[in-house]
């Protein structure tokens, strides 16, 4: 539906993190015990989820809220 167009949501933390568990690792079932890792965004903060033409992901981008400096982003690529 909305193929080539830049979407945005909000939600919270918890939320996307179940989504972007998802991207990184479709195989394998949410491990509760390590779901508040790295990856968790915290207040005010915001992922770029990438993906190619055909809906493959490709892998994230985090921007954290302590600077919205290029050196503060840090990616991801999807784990094979």
């Known amino acids: ?4 167009n830049r979407v ?3 939600s919270h933390g918890d939320t996307l ?4 568990w998802h991207f990184q690792y479709p195989s394998r079932e949410i ?4 779901f508040r890792d790295t ?3 915290e207040p005010a903060e915001a992922v770029i989820l ?3 033409e055909t809906n493959q992901f490709l892998g994230f981008e985090h921007i954290r809220r302590k600077s919205l400096r290029e050196s503060d ?4 690529l999807k784990e094979a």
Request: proline share 0%.
């Open 8 to 10: 945005a949501f909000v």
């Open 17 to 20: 993190r179940f989504l972007l």
């Open 1 to 4: 539906k909305h193929k080539g």
């Open 50 to 52: 990438k993906f190619d």
């Open 31 to 34: 491990d509760t015990n390590n």
């Open 73 to 76: 982003r840090t990616s991801s």
């Open 39 to 41: 990856d968790y965004l």
